[in-house]
């Protein structure tokens, strides 16, 4: 593997910037190492093939940006203006971008280059990533397990070095479970905190963009980049950004972690449950006070969330009707080809949240559930208010167990229980992130929840970059495809 290719996005822009290695050279390390994995990882739908005149045009230009000459790979829900959005479904696998979503926008003008567009579950919806309508993205520490779902590609091909950073959307963990997944960072900023603008909306409520990355300082990096307020985006926080890698430490003295008792005790796999210990102890070690904290409401959480997020899926995906942009099946009326076309584009799981999300709004049923549901997610929003008065973060298991392997879960509802630690911080808005802290026996990687209240991003990264130093030994591993 190329040298270049061990780096983080922080060193690659810092050379970048100083003259030491040029954004061409970067460029070309990754599209070849991508070229040579691709083939067994399969985390690309579409390869950029303007990225290497990208990259040559920030050489010959501005390299003060915080990402100049970075590659980086975009979850394909998220628009790159005159790329495909796919979403991963047949309903828009030939759909072109007219413009930039203002993510990708502010990458742009922090020079980053794009390198391509990464594989989903379609719509954002799954956990494993088999959902996807157009082709397999499989676990570069692994081919035989899943990457995690619904981001992926995005998480995997970070994970495989075939690109430095990458964004990925988060509705109920769909960033967080595929970095545990993979062995990567990957962080859900708080609601607002990140436009989402030019994101194809899965949940309004719900749906926030992060990125996936190979540190916590990269992690920062990013998020300097992507946060602050959009007129574009009615939800957009007018909250000020502070500069998240100068809030980076490397001790934890005064922190308050809260971790939830139960939560590690009662997991099903021992070796999630003792990774998660001894990072705790290793928070300790670092001078952290440990206190127990109360969430007496988050075991709702998943039935909470797939309410909710359906039923907003089912008003959103209401626009792709076949009239206006995507596929069209020929038919003999309107509404023949309203059904014709939906039949053919979507796919078993898109299907099965629209119709649970229509009849959760439907006349006789709205209060009985969506109703019902939006109250307990007021419930659990407040659980996690008061539990903040007593900590900094809250700490546990990021998923249940490592990847499993694909195929290895075929009933729905056992899927949706993959997200049964990340759902309660969308519900409430929070900022969390997965930080790998170690492997099982059989090397795959394994992640910790880490959470903070809304828009302590920089706490968020600040505790997490401690930890990760304490770790480094544990964790500092490349999968086998790299």
Request: aromatic share 6%.
């Amino acid at each position: 593997m190329h040298e270049l290719l061990k780096l983080d996005a922080t060193e690659v822009a810092r050379r970048v910037k100083a003259g030491d290695v040029t954004a061409v050279a970067v460029t070309r390390a990754v599209l070849d190492h991508a070229r040579a994995t691709e083939g067994r990882v399969g985390a690309y739908l579409h390869v950029n093939e303007h990225a290497l005149e990208h990259a040559a045009a920030i050489d010959k230009g501005d390299k003060s940006g915080a990402l100049a000459g970075v590659p980086v790979a975009i979850k394909d829900n998220i628009h790159v203006a005159g790329q495909q959005t796919s979403c991963a479904s047949r309903i828009l696998e030939s759909f072109v971008a007219p413009q930039d979503a203002t993510v990708t926008a502010r990458l742009r003008a922090a020079g980053a280059v794009f390198v391509g567009k990464t594989n989903l579950d379609e719509f954002a919806m799954g956990s494993s990533c088999e959902n996807s309508a157009l082709k397999q993205t499989r676990n570069p520490f692994n081919l035989a397990h899943v990457p995690g779902g619904s981001s992926g590609g995005s998480a995997a091909c970070v994970a495989a070095r075939s690109a430095y950073l990458s964004l990925g959307s988060d509705t109920g963990g769909s960033i967080r479970l595929p970095a545990s997944f993979c062995g990567v960072v990957g962080l859900k900023p708080s609601y607002g905190r990140v436009s989402r603008y030019g994101l194809v909306a899965f949940a309004s409520s719900l749906d926030q963009v992060g990125p996936f990355s190979r540190s916590v300082r990269d992690a920062a990096l990013c998020m300097n980049v992507l946060s602050g307020h959009d007129d574009h985006d009615g939800t957009s926080a007018r909250r000020p950004v502070p500069d998240y890698t100068a809030a980076l430490r490397s001790d934890l003295k005064g922190v308050k972690v809260g971790v939830v008792p139960g939560y590690i005790e009662q997991l099903p796999n021992r070796e999630v449950a003792d990774a998660c210990t001894r990072a705790i102890e290793a928070m300790r070690a670092l001078g952290a006070q440990v206190v127990e904290v109360k969430l007496p409401n988050a075991d709702h959480g998943i039935a909470v969330y797939y309410v909710v997020a359906s039923a907003e899926a089912s008003s959103n995906l209401a626009r792709f009707d076949g009239v206006r942009y995507g596929l069209r099946e020929p038919a003999a009326s309107g509404i023949e080809q309203y059904f014709r076309t939906r039949g053919a584009g979507f796919g078993p799981e898109v299907k099965r949240r629209i119709m649970l999300g229509t009849y959760a709004l439907s006349a006789g049923h709205w209060e009985e559930f969506y109703g019902r549901a939006a109250r307990v997610r007021t419930l659990i929003l407040r659980d996690f208010d008061r539990a903040f008065e007593g900590c900094d973060v809250i700490v546990g298991p990021c998923a249940p167990f490592p990847a499993f392997k694909a195929g290895e879960i075929s009933d729905p509802l056992s899927m949706y229980l993959c997200d049964v630690f990340t759902i309660p911080a969308s519900l409430a808005g929070l900022c969390a992130l997965s930080l790998p802290i170690g492997f099982d026996a059989s090397g795959l990687p394994i992640g910790l929840h880490v959470q903070a209240p809304a828009f302590a991003e920089d706490s968020l990264l600040s505790i997490s970059h401690a930890l990760e130093g304490a770790l480094k030994q544990q964790v500092d591993r490349m999968p086998k495809i790299a």
